[in-house]
Protein backbone atom coordinates (compact mmCIF):
# COMPACT_ATOMS: atom_id res chain seq x y z
CA UNK A 1 0.00 0.00 0.00
CA UNK A 2 1.70 3.68 -0.77
CA UNK A 3 1.33 6.31 1.63
CA UNK A 4 1.25 10.03 1.62
CA UNK A 5 1.37 12.56 4.16
CA UNK A 6 -0.82 16.26 4.45
CA UNK A 7 -0.07 18.81 6.88
CA UNK A 8 -1.56 22.17 7.13
CA UNK A 9 0.49 24.76 8.08
CA UNK A 10 0.48 28.60 9.30
CA UNK A 11 -2.72 30.53 9.78
CA UNK A 12 -6.10 28.21 9.61
CA UNK A 13 -8.52 29.75 6.81
CA UNK A 14 -11.49 27.87 5.61
CA UNK A 15 -11.28 25.72 3.49
CA UNK A 16 -8.41 23.64 4.49
CA UNK A 17 -10.38 20.76 5.70
CA UNK A 18 -12.13 20.64 2.25
CA UNK A 19 -8.67 20.12 0.67
CA UNK A 20 -8.04 17.53 3.08
CA UNK A 21 -11.54 15.88 2.29
CA UNK A 22 -10.54 16.07 -1.00
CA UNK A 23 -7.08 14.34 -0.82
CA UNK A 24 -8.07 11.38 1.27
CA UNK A 25 -10.95 10.71 -1.29
CA UNK A 26 -9.06 10.96 -3.96
CA UNK A 27 -5.95 9.25 -2.54
CA UNK A 28 -8.02 6.04 -1.52
CA UNK A 29 -9.65 5.99 -4.94
CA UNK A 30 -6.26 5.72 -6.12
CA UNK A 31 -4.52 3.17 -3.59
CA UNK A 32 -2.85 5.02 -1.38
CA UNK A 33 -3.43 5.62 2.63
CA UNK A 34 -3.00 9.15 4.13
CA UNK A 35 -0.78 9.86 6.92
CA UNK A 36 -2.47 13.28 8.76
CA UNK A 37 0.35 15.41 10.11
CA UNK A 38 -0.89 17.39 13.34
CA UNK A 39 0.21 21.28 13.89
CA UNK A 40 2.27 21.75 10.85
CA UNK A 41 5.82 21.20 10.40
CA UNK A 42 5.79 20.40 14.13
CA UNK A 43 4.49 17.71 13.54
CA UNK A 44 6.69 15.81 11.07
CA UNK A 45 9.29 16.94 13.69
CA UNK A 46 8.20 15.22 16.72
CA UNK A 47 6.53 12.14 14.68
CA UNK A 48 2.98 13.22 15.52
CA UNK A 49 0.59 11.75 13.23
CA UNK A 50 -2.93 10.07 12.72
CA UNK A 51 -4.39 7.89 10.60
CA UNK A 52 -6.98 9.25 7.97
CA UNK A 53 -9.40 7.23 6.79
CA UNK A 54 -13.17 7.95 4.63
CA UNK A 55 -14.76 8.09 7.99
CA UNK A 56 -11.95 10.78 9.08
CA UNK A 57 -13.08 13.37 6.55
CA UNK A 58 -16.70 12.39 6.96
CA UNK A 59 -18.53 15.46 7.32
CA UNK A 60 -15.82 18.49 8.04
CA UNK A 61 -16.74 19.75 4.36
CA UNK A 62 -18.67 22.97 5.85
CA UNK A 63 -16.10 23.06 8.73
CA UNK A 64 -13.69 25.79 9.36
CA UNK A 65 -10.60 25.38 10.36
CA UNK A 66 -8.60 22.50 10.26
CA UNK A 67 -8.78 18.91 11.73
CA UNK A 68 -5.13 18.30 11.73
CA UNK A 69 -4.33 21.81 13.71
CA UNK A 70 -1.70 24.19 12.83
CA UNK A 71 1.54 26.22 13.55
CA UNK A 72 4.03 28.30 12.40
CA UNK A 73 6.86 25.65 13.09
CA UNK A 74 9.95 26.42 11.01
CA UNK A 75 12.20 23.38 10.89
CA UNK A 76 14.59 25.24 9.61
CA UNK A 77 15.37 27.52 12.89
CA UNK A 78 15.60 24.34 15.13
CA UNK A 79 18.92 22.72 15.26
CA UNK A 80 18.26 19.35 14.26
CA UNK A 81 15.01 19.89 13.49
CA UNK A 82 15.18 19.25 9.25
CA UNK A 83 16.86 16.28 10.09
CA UNK A 84 14.20 14.51 12.31
CA UNK A 85 11.69 15.58 9.47
CA UNK A 86 13.37 13.29 6.93
CA UNK A 87 13.83 10.94 9.70
CA UNK A 88 10.40 10.71 9.97
CA UNK A 89 9.55 10.77 7.02
CA UNK A 90 11.21 7.81 6.23
CA UNK A 91 9.95 6.05 9.44
CA UNK A 92 6.94 6.37 8.60
CA UNK A 93 7.00 5.51 5.03
CA UNK A 94 6.06 7.89 2.90
CA UNK A 95 6.17 8.73 -0.72
CA UNK A 96 5.33 12.07 -0.67
CA UNK A 97 3.80 14.85 1.42
CA UNK A 98 1.34 17.28 0.82
CA UNK A 99 1.80 20.59 2.42
CA UNK A 100 -0.74 22.95 2.65
CA UNK A 101 -0.27 26.91 3.67
CA UNK A 102 1.13 29.79 2.63
CA UNK A 103 4.80 31.82 1.96
CA UNK A 104 6.37 30.57 4.58
CA UNK A 105 4.83 26.53 4.64
CA UNK A 106 5.52 26.18 1.09
CA UNK A 107 8.85 28.05 1.44
CA UNK A 108 10.07 25.29 3.51
CA UNK A 109 8.62 22.62 1.73
CA UNK A 110 10.68 24.54 -1.05
CA UNK A 111 13.47 23.81 1.21
CA UNK A 112 12.83 20.06 1.37
CA UNK A 113 12.27 19.46 -2.24
CA UNK A 114 16.37 20.78 -2.51
CA UNK A 115 16.96 18.47 -0.13
CA UNK A 116 15.40 15.29 -1.75
CA UNK A 117 11.86 15.29 -0.07
CA UNK A 118 9.28 14.52 -2.23
CA UNK A 119 6.57 17.41 -1.46
CA UNK A 120 3.78 18.86 -3.27
CA UNK A 121 2.17 22.26 -2.52
CA UNK A 122 -0.99 23.24 -1.91
CA UNK A 123 -1.70 27.60 -1.71
CA UNK A 124 -3.39 28.59 1.36
CA UNK A 125 -3.87 32.24 2.57
CA UNK A 126 -6.89 34.57 3.01
CA UNK A 127 -4.55 37.43 2.22
CA UNK A 128 -4.48 36.18 -1.11
CA UNK A 129 -1.12 37.27 -1.73
CA UNK A 130 0.52 34.38 -3.07
CA UNK A 131 1.65 34.60 -6.58
CA UNK A 132 1.08 31.70 -9.44
CA UNK A 133 -2.47 31.57 -8.15
CA UNK A 134 -5.23 33.36 -9.01
CA UNK A 135 -6.77 33.26 -5.95
CA UNK A 136 -6.34 31.02 -2.44
CA UNK A 137 -8.90 29.58 -0.76
CA UNK A 138 -9.84 31.15 2.15
CA UNK A 139 -10.00 35.01 0.86
CA UNK A 140 -13.48 34.61 -0.24
CA UNK A 141 -14.63 33.57 2.64
CA UNK A 142 -12.63 36.64 4.62
CA UNK A 143 -14.06 39.07 1.83
CA UNK A 144 -17.55 38.16 2.46
CA UNK A 145 -17.53 38.18 6.29
CA UNK A 146 -15.68 41.50 5.80
CA UNK A 147 -18.43 43.05 3.47
CA UNK A 148 -21.38 41.77 5.89
CA UNK A 149 -19.55 43.51 8.90
CA UNK A 150 -19.33 46.96 6.80
CA UNK A 151 -23.06 46.17 5.96
CA UNK A 152 -24.26 46.15 9.37
CA UNK A 153 -21.67 49.04 10.39
CA UNK A 154 -23.19 51.32 7.85
CA UNK A 155 -26.65 51.13 9.62
CA UNK A 156 -25.45 52.16 12.82
CA UNK A 157 -22.50 55.22 11.53
CA UNK A 158 -25.83 56.57 9.83
CA UNK A 159 -27.87 56.48 13.00
CA UNK A 160 -25.06 58.40 15.06
CA UNK A 161 -23.89 60.39 11.81
CA UNK A 162 -20.14 58.91 13.15
CA UNK A 163 -16.62 57.97 11.16
CA UNK A 164 -16.61 53.92 11.18
CA UNK A 165 -12.98 52.91 10.98
CA UNK A 166 -12.53 49.33 9.89
CA UNK A 167 -9.28 47.38 10.12
CA UNK A 168 -9.07 44.04 8.55
CA UNK A 169 -6.30 41.72 7.91
CA UNK A 170 -3.52 42.29 4.62
CA UNK A 171 0.31 42.27 6.16
CA UNK A 172 1.56 42.83 2.94
CA UNK A 173 -0.99 43.09 0.18
CA UNK A 174 -4.79 44.81 0.46
CA UNK A 175 -6.81 42.42 -1.42
CA UNK A 176 -9.34 41.98 1.54
CA UNK A 177 -9.01 45.64 2.07
CA UNK A 178 -10.28 46.71 -1.50
CA UNK A 179 -12.46 43.69 -2.51
CA UNK A 180 -14.13 43.85 1.02
CA UNK A 181 -14.09 47.34 0.66
CA UNK A 182 -15.64 47.50 -2.56
CA UNK A 183 -18.29 44.95 -2.26
CA UNK A 184 -19.35 46.85 1.11
CA UNK A 185 -19.30 50.09 -0.24
CA UNK A 186 -16.84 51.97 2.12
CA UNK A 187 -15.87 55.27 1.05
CA UNK A 188 -12.09 55.10 2.13
CA UNK A 189 -9.94 51.96 1.47
CA UNK A 190 -6.36 52.05 2.85
CA UNK A 191 -3.52 49.25 1.64
CA UNK A 192 -0.19 48.37 2.70
CA UNK A 193 0.85 49.23 -1.19
CA UNK A 194 0.38 52.58 -0.87
CA UNK A 195 1.26 55.26 2.00
CA UNK A 196 -1.76 56.53 3.93
CA UNK A 197 -2.40 60.25 3.27
CA UNK A 198 -3.94 61.14 6.38
CA UNK A 199 -4.78 65.14 4.96
CA UNK A 200 -6.20 62.90 1.73
CA UNK A 201 -8.48 60.84 3.90
CA UNK A 202 -9.74 63.78 6.01
CA UNK A 203 -10.36 65.74 2.99
CA UNK A 204 -12.71 63.21 1.84
CA UNK A 205 -14.62 62.46 4.66
CA UNK A 206 -15.02 66.38 4.73
CA UNK A 207 -16.13 66.63 1.57
CA UNK A 208 -18.96 64.30 2.17
CA UNK A 209 -20.24 66.00 5.03
CA UNK A 210 -20.39 69.18 3.23
CA UNK A 211 -22.27 67.04 0.73
CA UNK A 212 -24.96 66.07 3.53
CA UNK A 213 -23.57 62.21 4.06
CA UNK A 214 -22.67 62.69 7.71
CA UNK A 215 -21.32 59.47 8.11
CA UNK A 216 -18.24 57.60 6.56
CA UNK A 217 -16.76 53.92 6.25
CA UNK A 218 -12.70 53.76 6.25
CA UNK A 219 -11.58 49.82 5.63
CA UNK A 220 -7.63 50.06 6.24
CA UNK A 221 -5.39 47.03 6.12
CA UNK A 222 -3.51 45.79 9.08
CA UNK A 223 -0.11 46.45 7.58
CA UNK A 224 -1.10 49.91 6.15
CA UNK A 225 1.28 53.01 7.53
CA UNK A 226 1.78 56.66 7.42
CA UNK A 227 3.89 58.07 5.18
CA UNK A 228 7.54 57.39 6.47
CA UNK A 229 6.45 55.68 8.88
CA UNK A 230 6.80 51.87 10.28
CA UNK A 231 4.33 49.50 10.33
CA UNK A 232 1.81 49.57 13.79
CA UNK A 233 2.73 47.11 16.21
CA UNK A 234 0.73 45.15 18.23
CA UNK A 235 4.20 43.04 19.79
CA UNK A 236 7.93 43.34 18.71
CA UNK A 237 7.59 39.59 19.27
CA UNK A 238 9.18 37.74 15.96
CA UNK A 239 7.36 34.39 14.86
CA UNK A 240 9.71 31.07 13.39
CA UNK A 241 9.23 33.06 10.19
CA UNK A 242 10.37 36.45 11.60
CA UNK A 243 6.69 37.84 11.17
CA UNK A 244 6.13 40.64 14.06
CA UNK A 245 1.88 40.77 15.11
CA UNK A 246 0.32 43.57 13.25
CA UNK A 247 -2.42 45.55 14.71
CA UNK A 248 -3.25 49.18 15.78
CA UNK A 249 -3.28 51.25 12.77
CA UNK A 250 -7.02 51.05 13.07
CA UNK A 251 -7.51 52.92 16.50
CA UNK A 252 -4.53 55.40 15.39
CA UNK A 253 -6.22 56.28 12.16
CA UNK A 254 -9.35 56.65 14.02
CA UNK A 255 -7.95 59.30 16.50
CA UNK A 256 -6.36 61.55 13.71
CA UNK A 257 -9.34 61.64 11.72
CA UNK A 258 -11.38 62.67 14.71
CA UNK A 259 -8.50 65.03 15.86
CA UNK A 260 -8.25 66.86 12.61
CA UNK A 261 -12.42 66.35 11.11
CA UNK A 262 -13.80 66.50 14.78
CA UNK A 263 -16.20 64.08 13.30
CA UNK A 264 -17.21 61.45 16.32
CA UNK A 265 -14.94 58.23 15.03
CA UNK A 266 -15.15 54.64 15.80
CA UNK A 267 -13.17 51.69 15.09
CA UNK A 268 -13.78 48.43 14.82
CA UNK A 269 -10.79 45.29 14.47
CA UNK A 270 -12.27 42.67 12.74
CA UNK A 271 -8.91 40.45 13.10
CA UNK A 272 -9.59 36.60 13.83
CA UNK A 273 -13.47 36.81 12.81
CA UNK A 274 -12.32 37.04 9.06
CA UNK A 275 -10.33 33.23 9.56
CA UNK A 276 -12.78 31.69 11.07
CA UNK A 277 -16.13 29.89 10.64
CA UNK A 278 -17.68 27.78 7.72
CA UNK A 279 -16.07 28.49 4.36
CA UNK A 280 -18.30 29.94 1.55
CA UNK A 281 -19.35 27.26 -1.92
CA UNK A 282 -16.60 29.09 -3.85
CA UNK A 283 -13.97 28.25 -0.74
CA UNK A 284 -14.93 24.28 -0.32
CA UNK A 285 -15.90 23.74 -4.31
CA UNK A 286 -11.72 25.72 -5.03
CA UNK A 287 -10.58 23.57 -1.96
CA UNK A 288 -12.04 20.19 -2.86
CA UNK A 289 -10.48 20.93 -6.62
CA UNK A 290 -6.87 21.71 -4.62
CA UNK A 291 -6.90 18.39 -2.89
CA UNK A 292 -7.66 16.40 -5.57
CA UNK A 293 -5.03 17.80 -8.37
CA UNK A 294 -2.59 17.56 -5.36
CA UNK A 295 -3.01 13.71 -5.09
CA UNK A 296 -2.59 13.63 -9.18
CA UNK A 297 0.70 15.62 -8.90
CA UNK A 298 1.70 12.85 -6.15
CA UNK A 299 0.57 9.90 -8.96
CA UNK A 300 2.78 12.10 -12.06
CA UNK A 301 5.67 12.80 -9.64
CA UNK A 302 6.06 16.48 -9.96
CA UNK A 303 7.52 17.26 -6.52
CA UNK A 304 7.91 20.97 -6.21
CA UNK A 305 4.84 22.12 -8.20
CA UNK A 306 1.93 23.71 -6.22
CA UNK A 307 -1.40 23.60 -7.42
CA UNK A 308 -2.86 26.63 -8.68
CA UNK A 309 -6.06 28.56 -10.18
CA UNK A 310 -5.13 29.50 -13.60
CA UNK A 311 -9.03 30.76 -14.72
CA UNK A 312 -11.43 28.56 -14.19
CA UNK A 313 -8.46 25.48 -14.59
CA UNK A 314 -6.18 23.78 -11.83
CA UNK A 315 -2.63 23.64 -13.26
CA UNK A 316 0.60 23.08 -11.50
CA UNK A 317 2.99 25.87 -11.29
CA UNK A 318 6.94 25.55 -9.35
CA UNK A 319 6.79 26.24 -5.94
CA UNK A 320 9.79 28.18 -6.31
CA UNK A 321 7.92 30.92 -8.53
CA UNK A 322 4.91 30.40 -5.96
CA UNK A 323 7.18 32.17 -2.56
CA UNK A 324 9.51 34.13 -4.92
CA UNK A 325 7.81 37.68 -4.74
CA UNK A 326 4.45 38.52 -2.98
CA UNK A 327 1.00 39.46 -5.34
CA UNK A 328 0.08 42.66 -3.59
CA UNK A 329 -2.91 45.04 -5.44
CA UNK A 330 -2.18 46.53 -8.88
CA UNK A 331 -2.71 50.40 -9.10
CA UNK A 332 -5.33 49.85 -11.70
CA UNK A 333 -7.52 47.55 -9.41
CA UNK A 334 -6.97 50.28 -6.65
CA UNK A 335 -7.91 52.80 -8.77
CA UNK A 336 -11.52 51.09 -9.63
CA UNK A 337 -11.71 51.39 -5.66
CA UNK A 338 -11.00 54.95 -5.84
CA UNK A 339 -14.05 55.69 -7.98
CA UNK A 340 -16.48 55.34 -4.93
CA UNK A 341 -14.22 57.06 -3.00
CA UNK A 342 -16.09 60.24 -1.12
Known sequence: MKRLGILTGGGDCPGLNPVIRGVVRKAFLEGYEVMGIRNG????????????????VSGILPKGGTILSTSRTNPYKKEGAVQMVKDNFKKFELEALIAVGGEDTLGVAHKLVKEGINVVGVPKTIDNDLSETDYT??????????????????TTAESHNR?????????????????GGIAGGADVILI?????DIEEVCAIIKKRHAQGKNFSIVVVAEGAKFKEDEEVLQAEKLDDFGHVRLGGIGQMLGELIEKKTKFETRV?????IQRGGSPTAFDRVLGTRFGVKAVELVMQKKFGYMVSLKGNKIEAVPIEKA???LKTVDKDFYNIAQVFFG
Do not use: Q, Y
Open 41 to 56: WKGLVEGDVVPLDLRS
Open 137 to 154: FGFDTAVNIVMECIDRLH
Open 163 to 179: IMVVEVMGRHAGWIAVH
Open 192 to 196: PEIPI
Open 268 to 272: TVLGH
Open 323 to 325: VGT
